[in-house]
């Protein structure tokens, strides 16, 4: 496992700056250059152990289309480490590629070989898209067309995963902070969202107070834990939307002189390669971002270099990782 001083000592900071940097502290005077270049840092230090690429054919030119800004990129470093795993493998695969934003599609998608899309995208968008190529894959994005190829993982089965342990550890009061993206100028609902709400009615234990919806920042994390932990009753046990959700909410209870997990247990979401530095260290749901890079990577090359044309639709693992942010209900203060 890298350490901060290993990222410290490859981005040429101090590792305060780095520390201050991966736990989102925005008093900390750097550019978004230096900050980027930490997080890529950190992500690209959990993927040494690289395979070699089987083929060495390179005869191939593709576009990673992000459907999420590099702000958003910086907010959530979930998006970085996405994109970072598909680069890794199409590098792998001696494949030539290049990067747009959603609001660069153009004509000029046409004459690639294929294209990857990764991220949040109209409906408009996506048949824009299909009319110029038709090799195309969305990567952590579900796509009803029976057409088109999808990488996802199974979003239900996860959050079930995660208010199952925290049931098993004996909390009943388990609070949600989540987040809504923008498509068109409508609030989506994200399906971590429904799914626990499903779970917790199934369970008669849905207590709507405990639920934050916001965006899927470290900020909205400490607004909303702050809020919840302001009113007369909170719960003993939170399950976030993702990790930097998480961050935030770790400063909320640590100014409202709460302790994790003695007194409030966290589980997030994604994996990211900060929440191993967290104190305590996060436990959350694991995205394998690697395998889901290579698998969208194979999947594409099978349309592109075997002529594939009935779609696939691939659902992927994730691993519920316990670290040391939760506890048991009856050794918690409240």
Do not use: W
């Amino acid at each position: 496992m890298a350490t901060i001083k290993d990222i410290a000592e490859k981005a040429h900071v101090s590792i305060t700056t780095v520390s201050r940097v991966l736990n989102y502290d925005n008093t900390l005077k750097v550019t978004d250059k230096t900050r980027k270049k930490i997080f890529e840092i950190a992500e690209k230090l959990e993927y040494l152990k690289e395979k070699k690429p089987k083929n060495k054919k390179s005869s191939y030119s593709v576009n990673i289309i992000k459907g999420y800004s590099e702000q958003e990129e910086l907010d959530d470093i979930y998006y970085l480490s996405t994109r970072l795993a598909i680069e890794k493998s199409l590098k792998q695969n001696n494949v030539k590629y290049e990067i747009l934003e959603k609001d660069a599609i153009s004509d000029s998608l046409k004459k690639l070989d294929g294209i990857i899309l990764t991220g949040l995208f109209s409906q408009n968008e996506i048949d824009t898209v299909k009319k110029m190529n038709q090799n195309i894959i969305f990567s952590d994005i579900y796509i009803e067309d029976e057409n088109i190829d999808c990488v996802i993982f199974d979003i239900r089965k996860s959050v079930r995963k995660v208010l199952d342990y925290l049931l098993n550890l004996g909390h009943k009061k388990i609070g949600f902070i989540g987040g809504s993206d923008v498509i068109n100028g409508e609030n989506t609902i994200d399906f971590r969202q429904i799914h626990y709400i499903e779970y917790m009615k199934e369970k008669k234990l849905y207590n709507e107070s405990f639920i934050k919806i916001g965006a899927f920042t470290s900020d909205c994390g400490y607004k909303y834990m702050n809020e919840i932990l302001d009113s007369s009753e909170y719960p003993s046990a939170f399950f976030l939307a993702n990790d930097s959700i998480a961050i935030g909410a770790y400063k909320a209870v640590e100014e409202h002189k709460l302790s994790i997990p003695e007194d409030i247990s966290i589980v997030g979401f994604n994996d990211i390669s900060i929440t191993q530095y967290m104190s305590p260290p996060l436990t959350t749901v694991k995205i394998y971002t690697d395998f889901m890079g290579e698998t969208t990577v194979s999947l594409l090359m099978e349309r592109i270099r075997d002529g594939r044309k009935l779609s696939k639709k691939v659902i992927l693992p994730t691993e519920l990782v316990i670290r040391k942010s939760c506890i048991e209900k009856n050794t918690v203060s409240k």
